[in-house]
């Protein structure tokens, strides 16, 4: 791979190389500071362009998303779909075809939907089939030694006892779901999950941040053992974690699930699928669980924007005839448009749509068959994992560390909600740290946790010696802390690794001052975007083409990108491009392959989201 590179380099950018930045006298080697740094950048920014939601480009990608998110196959999409976005006004009224005047439901919860409805045809077309149900929750009878008077002469007590064993080898296993899932919830082989001690918990972000980022120490002594695969430096943990409680109890009230049935044991039967296991076999299953259990462990109730299955379980359990009316209307071809405008809306939660219509009351386990499964979150490590330990009750135990910046969505009723994992920690966190304020020792809160893509980009090539340049904004700073750490232990590493951290003001957003255990200003430079001038992070990397090109260039030589896709990912993509341009005399195409090229040598590694 380095020929190619080698050759692409030859003929534009001969003898361009420069030499690595001389450090001075006893000092370590700092970051080149730009004449422009207490100026304005000569570039104005260009205004964000505001994208579509990715739910909407996924479906001219995926067949399989589009006849999962609509209900049709692609060529029934295309076949009243330009892709042009038409389908987001309403649509005109055809002649010959006839209209109803319906009552629409008058709560907040269906206002805020913003459905841009007037009449409705009273003959639909192309209503979306009521979905398969493949899960039923069925009650655990006890069988009797005494035969049924209509069972068969040939019933025995052997085939009672055969029974009985099924239902003990189904039993629920004795694990506290209070603060794990149950065994079933797993990700493959050989990971576990394992209720995670929390040991310190507190926040990184001070008063006024526009989002809040809260740092943690989990205790993973006791990790189970055997997998294999050890916890790396840059590598992530995954994270099951639950549904908000409240949130859980509130689906159960509007569904009317009775309250003595919701924590009793229940066989669950699926006919097909991996659900609700998280990556197991596709078959069929029988497990002994709750129904509480199922809904906050398995199924995302928040994350997706809602599906027509999902809309169509509720038309056909829906006992007003208008509800009805409304959500059939919205899964047929007439109702395209809006549904259309109804999925790239404000973000809508199966609460906000039971409110929405309160007479669709569909049996939880037909539910279950058309809810998305609550999948794992990963989280990088934030410390050097092999080097974490504490002492304490007069044994040695392992921490590792993670950064976790809340996600907050809008909501109907109280502003804003959080996503299902960061809420998750936000809620531990602040728990944890009340608890000590109240003066409670050693706290008991966990994280379910399991180890999850430690051979991921940012763990596989990170290497022992050669320059890196560490790019990141947000929470994306976090693996590079690990990195600092790794290096120091290496005396012939110190001196090369240098740091660009994003933040929008270094107040109240700027994460890890202080504990990266080196002199700072020595190997990390800070880049503000909401005071003084003003800088994005990708700005900065042009202004450190000289150490970007060496870096780059150099034996062993990487470049580290982590955090958010979205401005920052694409911004530094587009900055790295123009300095291969500016440095290698290279053309625009020519420089993207550089770093294409670059990327399959696993010299330039982006990890983003």
């Known amino acids: 791979m380095a020929t190619q590179i080698d050759v692409l380099l030859a003929e534009r950018a001969a003898n361009s190389i420069p030499e690595e930045p001389q450090p001075a006298p006893s000092a370590t080697p700092s970051l080149t500071y730009s004449d422009s740094d207490e100026q304005e950048v000569e570039e104005p920014r260009q205004p964000e362009i505001r994208r579509r939601r990715a739910s909407t480009r996924l479906i001219a990608q995926s067949p399989e998303d589009v006849q999962r998110i609509t209900g049709e196959t692609t060529t029934q999409l295309i076949k009243r779909c330009c892709g042009g976005g038409c389908c987001l006004n309403p649509a005109p009224k055809k002649a010959g075809v006839q209209y109803e005047d319906v009552e629409f439901p008058n709560n907040d919860a269906y206002k805020s939907l913003n459905l841009k409805i007037d009449q409705i045809p009273t003959t639909l077309t192309g209503v979306c089939d009521l979905p398969e149900q493949t899960a039923f929750l069925q009650p655990i009878r006890r069988p009797s030694n005494v035969p049924s008077p209509t069972e068969p002469v040939g019933h025995t007590t052997s085939s009672v006892g055969s029974i009985e064993k099924t239902l003990q080898d189904l039993e629920l296993k004795d694990v506290d779901t209070k603060i794990e899932p149950p065994s079933f919830v797993q990700p493959h082989p050989p990971h576990h999950v394992f209720p995670a001690r929390i040991h310190h918990a507190r926040e990184l972000t001070r008063a006024g941040a526009e989002k809040r980022t809260f740092h943690f120490d989990l205790d993973i002594t006791n990790y189970p053992e055997g997998e294999g695969v050890d916890f790396k430096v840059g590598g992530a943990i995954g994270v099951s974690a639950p549904n908000e409680d409240s949130t859980v109890q509130e689906v159960l009230d509007l569904l009317l699930v009775p309250r003595f049935l919701r924590d009793k044991p229940v066989l669950l039967r699926t006919t097909k699928g991996r659900w609700p296991t998280v990556w197991g076999d596709d078959k069929p299953r029988e497990l002994i669980t709750t129904r509480r259990d199922l809904l906050t462990w398995c199924s995302d109730i928040q994350s997706y924007p809602p599906t027509k299955q999902l809309l169509r379980v509720l038309a056909e359990h829906a006992s007003d005839p208008n509800e009805r009316k409304i959500l059939r209307y919205i899964c047929s071809g007439e109702g395209q448009g809006v549904f259309c405008d109804f999925r790239t809306g404000p973000h809508i939660s199966l609460v906000q749509l039971l409110h929405a219509f309160p007479s669709a009351k569909p049996p ?200 958010s896709s979205k401005g920052m990912g694409e911004g530094v993509e587009k900055a790295l491009v123009e300095v291969a341009m500016e440095k290698g005399n290279l053309e625009r195409e020519e420089a993207q392959e550089f770093w294409d090229l670059k990327k399959e040598a696993g010299q330039y590694i982006a990890e983003t989201w």
């Open 364 to 563: 939880l386990d037909f539910l279950f068959s058309v809810l998305q499964p609550l999948m794992p979150r990963f989280y990088s490590l934030s410390n050097d994992p092999h080097e974490s330990f504490l002492n304490r009750d007069g044994k040695q135990h392992r921490l590792i560390e993670i950064a976790v910046t809340v996600h907050e969505a809008d909501d109907w009723r109280s502003g804003c909600r959080t996503g299902i994992g960061s809420g998750f920690f936000q809620r531990q966190a602040l728990k944890f740290i009340e608890a000590e304020k109240n003066g409670v020792k050693d706290p008991e809160f966990y994280i379910p946790m399991f180890k999850g893509l430690m051979a991921n980009p940012l763990a596989k090539q990170f290497v022992s010696d050669g320059p890196m340049l560490l790019i990141g904004a947000g929470v994306g700073i976090a693996p590079f802390r690990g990195f600092v750490q790794r290096r120091l232990k290496t005396a012939n590493c110190a001196n090369k690794v240098w740091v660009l951290q994003g933040v929008r003001d270094s107040l109240v957003d700027e994460l890890y001052s202080g504990e990266w255990g080196v002199h700072e200003d020595e190997v990390k430079k800070v880049v503000q975007s909401r005071r003084g001038p003003g800088r994005y992070v990708q700005e900065e990397v042009k202004a450190q083409a000289d150490l970007v090109w060496y870096i780059i260039n150099a034996v062993d030589g990487r470049v580290f990108v982590c955090g």
